[in-house]
């Protein structure tokens, strides 16, 4: 399982590597954000939430159609909080 996971990181890794400055500013904000979030609801950002995270948005991505805008963009953000999470 743990091979599985390292897997799913770093496919989530390699489309990190291509954000730009302002794009990586940006991720920065949303998850404080989203840490912020989670300790309102009582939810442990733990290993087990980002993996859920990123495996949930590249499933999410793979199948979603592109509707003018590209909703896989948002679901690559999430998978990227995920790895976020997942380094800490």
């Given at each position: 399982m743990?091979?599985?996971?390292?897997?799913?990181?770093?496919?989530?890794?390699?489309a990190?590597?291509?954000?730009?400055?302002?794009?990586?500013a940006?991720?920065?904000?949303?998850?404080?954000?989203?840490r912020?979030?989670?300790?309102?609801?009582?939810?442990?950002?733990?290993q087990?939430?980002?993996?859920a995270?990123?495996?949930a948005?590249?499933?999410?991505?793979e199948?979603s159609?592109?509707?003018?805008?590209?909703s896989?963009?948002?679901?690559?953000?999430?998978?990227?909080?995920?790895?976020r999470l997942?380094?800490e």
């Open positions: 743990a091979d599985a996971r390292e897997r799913l990181a770093g496919r989530v890794r390699l990190a590597a291509d954000l730009d400055v302002c794009a990586t940006q991720l920065h904000l949303v998850e404080v954000l989203l912020d979030r989670l300790e309102v609801l009582g939810i442990e950002p733990t087990d939430l980002a993996v995270l990123m495996a948005s590249v499933l999410l991505a199948r159609p592109e509707w003018g805008g590209d896989r963009d948002v679901l690559g953000e999430l998978a990227q909080l995920g790895l997942l380094d």
